[in-house]
T-cell receptor, first 109, second 115 residues
Framework: KQEVTQIPAALSVPEGENLVLNCSFT??????LQWFRQDPGKGLTSLLL?????REQTSGRLNASLDKSSGRSTLYIAASQPGDSATYLC????????FGAGTTVTVRA | DAGVTQSPTHLIKTRGQQVTLRCSPK?????VSWYQQALGQGPQFIFQ???????QRGNFPDRFSGHQFPNYSSELNVNALLLGDSALYLC??????????????FGPGTRLTVT
């Protein structure tokens, strides 16, 4: 059974600091890994998708890496802004998505 | 292009009642998956539909059932509601390719409260 862990559970940083969010998974037989953003009480917004054959993916201030052999992914958010405050979830995919519990980020102005 | 839509937005039910939640997938997508997200936790996979049949199922009791229509929209039904069924129910859609999976797009969710 796939287990996905996200550390830390919560993070508070001053505006402008870079964010580093970690995700680990136990079964490397995955098709892809997705990072999502979730605002309180809302649905999930897809941020980045990394195919299992890829090592990283970038979109604007966001960069995600994937090391399938070690079962790890890291999401980097450069120059954080108060609008980045949200919960960030990683999910690994076979036929379904298996999610971590998320990292709740607060960016202080 | 409308993304994934879900209805209703919020719902309050009493223990023992039945509920139906609805989802319309993103244009061009034929696969719909349902997830349950309890407060403070990550979403848990309930089941997946394509070609109008349930193809995969997570660890949920038979009280949870679903349906997919020819236009790819889907319903999630929950019978004999329990307090523990209170959660955000999320629908996700994707195109389906045999032996692979694509980026999944999520709807805004339906918040179900059971009293």
């Amino acid at each position: 059974k796939q287990e996905v862990t996200q550390i830390p559970a919560a993070l508070s940083v001053p505006e402008g600091e870079n964010l580093v969010l970690n995700c680990s998974f136990t079964d490397s037989a995955i098709y892809n890994l997705q990072w999502f953003r979730q605002d309180p009480g809302k649905g999930l917004t897809s941020l980045l998708l990394i195919q299992s054959s890829q090592r990283e993916q970038t979109s604007g201030r966001l960069n995600a890496s994937l090391d399938k052999s070690s079962g790890r992914s890291t999401l980097y958010i450069a120059a954080s802004q108060p609008g980045d405050s949200a919960t960030y979830l990683c999910a690994v995919s076979d036929y379904k998505l298996s999610f971590g519990a998320g990292t709740t980020v607060t960016v202080r102005a | 292009d409308a993304g994934v839509t879900q209805s209703p937005t919020h719902l309050i039910k009493t223990r023992g009642q039945q509920v139906t939640l609805r989802c319309s997938p993103k244009s061009g997508h034929d696969t719909v998956s349902w997830y349950q997200q309890a407060l403070g936790q990550g979403p848990q996979f309930i089941f997946q539909y394509y070609e109008e049949e349930e193809r995969q199922r997570g660890n949920f009791p038979d009280r949870f059932s679903g349906h997919q229509f020819p236009n790819y929209s889907s319903e999630l039904n929950v019978n004999a509601l329990l307090l523990g069924d209170s959660a955000l129910y999320l629908c996700a859609s994707s195109p389906r390719v045999q032996g692979s999976s694509y980026e999944q797009y999520f709807g805004p969710g339906t918040r179900l409260t059971v009293t």
